[in-house]
């Protein structure tokens, strides 16, 4: 996009500001334990409401009637989804497949942690293809999060390990559906576009086995443990992705490369000597990426 084409931030924020406040309205009311359709009834008329502030946003009775039934189609491919998985987990539970399933998953992995979760990874790609997030989080948590917590690992981060998963089944081919919608748009392959999304959210398919390792980063622990862990996994996240994309300032040496990834996936693992070793080489790599950038900007000027 030309910069010309960009509108400026301070006008629309100035325009069309307010209508941010009903979205922080919403996860206020969620927060404190309102009940979902109380919360979506207050936010949606406090929107309302609010658009007659300003001039730029007041809506006409046609309108706020047009919008409604706009919403309203938006929301009936995820509510017939949830339907349908509600039906599925009520099946589930009551023939008790779940605790079956969870059994399997733990004989199968012979009790290892780190197996039961990629089985767990894979089954939330299976069972979430073609699933919006939420049916996909619903269904899965009911399948597969017991035999986490089986295996003693904190309900939250059991159930944050699962979010992830589903949240991911939208850009994994081969049923990729985000990838399909952005590949309609770019008129390009549906399954290079699923590909190069995987390629460049491999970070985010990575983090959630470490809120299991350290849920420290999801906000379990002591405000000293999670500060560190927080700060560990920004620094271990970008090490990881320079790393997978190859380059930062400049284009990283295949050996930098490896490096970074090693030291983005130490960073993230809870550890002193690890965050000690990780930070010195992401670092390191990261002054000398900046001076050679440098000296190639001074060559091209010279």
Known sequence: MDAKDIP???????????????????????????????????????AIVL?????????????????????????M????????????????????????LSSLIISISGGRLIVVLLLTEVALFVLGMGLPTAPAYMLVAVLVAPALTQLGVPELAAHMFVFYGACLSSITPPVAMAAYTAA???????????????????????????????PELIGIGTPSQIILAFISGVIGCFGLSIG???????KL????????????????????????????????????????????CLKQLA
Do not use: E, Q
């Open 8 to 46: 400026d931030a301070r006008k629309t924020l100035r325009k069309y500001g307010l209508s941010i406040i009903p979205l922080f309205v919403l996860i206020a009311m969620i927060v404190m334990g309102y009940g979902a359709m109380y919360t979506a009834l207050f936010a949606t008329s406090f």
């Open 77 to 100: 491919s995820i509510a017939t989804a949830c339907a349908a998985a509600g039906c599925v987990i009520g099946v589930i539970s009551l023939t008790g497949l779940g605790l079956k």
């Open 253 to 296: 040496h295949p050996l930098m490369r490896v490096l970074t990834i090693g030291a983005g996936l130490m960073c993230i693992y809870p550890g002193i000597w690890t965050d000690s070793v990780g930070y010195t080489i992401i670092i390191g790599i990261g002054l000398v990426n900046l001076i050679m950038a440098k000296r190639i």
């Open 51 to 75: 658009s007659f502030v300003n001039k730029n946003t007041r809506m006409s009775f046609k309108t706020i009637v047009s919008s409604l039934i706009k919403g309203c189609k938006g929301v």
């Open 184 to 214: 309609g748009i770019a008129n390009a392959s549906p399954i290079k576009i699923g590909m190069l999304a995987v390629k460049l959210a491999i970070v985010t398919y990575i983090a959630p086995i470490f809120f299991v390792y350290s």
């Open 244 to 250: 997978i994309v190859g380059y930062f300032k400049t």
